[in-house]
Nanobody, 123 residues
Framework: QVQLVESGGGSVQAGGSLTLSCTAS?????MGWFRQAPGKEREGVAT???????YYVDSVKGRFTISQDNAKNTLYLQMNRLKPEDTGMYYC????????????????????WGQGTQVTVSS
C-alpha cells in the first residue's frame, strides 16, 4: 500500500503563488494532482507521464508546473497567478504504472490517493 502525504496548501490572494508537495511512501508510477471545488466533480489538474512529460488541464496551462524529485518520491505543483476559480481541495494521486500517454485525466486511472490539501484564492 502506497501512502501519499500532501502539504503546501493555504490561502492567498488572486495573483499569488503556492507550491504543493506530495511525498509517496515508496516508488510509484505516474503521479498527478486533482482538485475538487464544493459541489463540483473532481478535476484532473496535472500529471506526469513517460519521458518526463506532463499533462495540464487547459485552465492551468502556463500558470501551473508539475515536477518530480524521484530520489525523494515527491511530486510538486507550482501554482502561479492563482485565480479564485483555482479554489478547492487538491489531491495527490498515484498509479502503480507509468502512463505512456495522457490525453485527459480520470480519477479511475489512479490507485492511491492522499487526504488532500485546501487551496483558497480570494479576489
Amino acid at each position: 500500500q502506497v501512502q501519499l502525504v500532501e502539504s503546501g496548501g493555504g490561502s492567498v490572494q488572486a495573483g499569488g503563488s503556492l507550491t504543493l508537495s506530495c511525498t509517496a511512501s515508496t516508488y510509484t508510477g505516474s503521479m498527478g494532482w486533482f482538485r475538487q471545488a464544493p459541489g463540483k466533480e473532481r478535476e484532473g489538474v496535472a500529471t506526469s507521464y513517460s519521458g518526463g512529460r506532463a499533462y495540464y488541464v487547459d485552465s492551468v496551462k502556463g500558470r501551473f508546473t508539475i515536477s518530480q524529485d524521484n530520489a525523494k518520491n515527491t511530486l510538486y505543483l507550482q501554482m502561479n497567478r492563482l485565480k479564485p476559480e483555482d479554489t478547492g481541495m487538491y489531491y495527490c494521486a498515484a498509479s502503480p504504472y507509468q502512463f505512456a500517454y495522457v490525453k485527459f485525466m480520470t480519477p479511475n486511472s489512479y490507485t492511491y490517493w492522499g487526504q488532500g490539501t485546501q487551496v483558497t484564492v480570494s479576489s
